[in-house]
């Protein structure tokens, strides 16, 4: 089963939206399942995971319905409050969901030191017995925080989202291969090859010009700890979905068949336990 294990779905508003600024009007409309459907079926992808995009249990609860009522989003990573109090409530009622495969907060939007909060700490803790995944939204800047995050946590699972957005537009590889290669060195952390056209330049990135940030991170996680996403439709200020799955296809190309079904879907299927709600 090939597997888009990150993308979005929204109903455009410019107050919920606001982060889609001028630059990004590609984006200002509607993207919903009928949307995401023509494009997975053009690349062969069999099932999807969809990812929030706001910051609210109303959308969270929306994601859910949406993936009941497809054939293709076979998981939600949804958000709810995890540093508040209400927080072990609010996860018993999603949790009665099985299509709610993980949680996720906009940490890449937070003060320096947010993840080590303990109020947020104990709301990943409560996570544990649920089975849920934490998807780790940062910039490479946060990846030593991050690590520190991890090691609180060696439990539960992490899916590390976007490679952690290195700065590659302004060539920031060597800051960022540090980092990325020491939280990879945590079993329970799993890595998205997602959202690197937009961190490149839109215009001018190439296949080549990323494929260094993909061999740091197939040797520093492996095939078995790394998944494929597409972060449609933010990829389209950039590329199309079908440029950037031809993309990394070109990249996974010299792999074995095996270590490129773990890619392409296998470690996606694993981590986010799809195919389990029935």
Known sequence: MRVDAHHHLWQYTPKEYGWIDDSMQVLRRDF?????????????????????????????????????????????????????????GTLEGLTQNPLLKGLRHVVQAEAE?????????????????????????????????????????????????????????????????????????????????????????????????????????LDAFGPSRLMFGSDWPVLTVAATYGQWAETVASWLAPLSEGERAQIEGETASRIYRLGTED
């Open 32 to 88: 919903l399942p009928g949307d995401l459907e023509a494009e997975i079926a053009g690349v062969g992808i069999d099932a999807t995971v969809a990812v929030q995009a706001r910051q609210t249990l109303e959308e969270t609860r929306w994601l859910l319905a949406l993936a009941g009522q497809s054939g293709a989003i076979k998981g939600v990573v949804g958000w709810a409050p995890i540093a508040e109090e209400r927080f072990v």
């Open 113 to 217: 030191g947010f993840l080590d909060t303990p109020e947020f700490n104990r709301g990943i803790a409560a996570m544990l017995p649920t089975g849920l995944v934490y998807d780790i939204l940062i910039f490479a800047r946060q990846l030593d925080e991050a690590a520190r995050f991890v090691d609180r946590h060696p439990e539960q699972v992490f899916v590390l989202d976007h490679i952690a957005k290195p700065d590659i537009l302004r060539g920031g590889f060597a800051s960022w291969n540090g980092g990325i290669r020491e939280i990879a060195r945590r079993s329970n952390v799993v890595c998205k090859l997602s959202g690197m056209v937009t961190e490149a330049d839109w215009k001018g990135w190439t296949a080549s010009s990323l494929e260094p940030y993909f061999d740091a991170v």
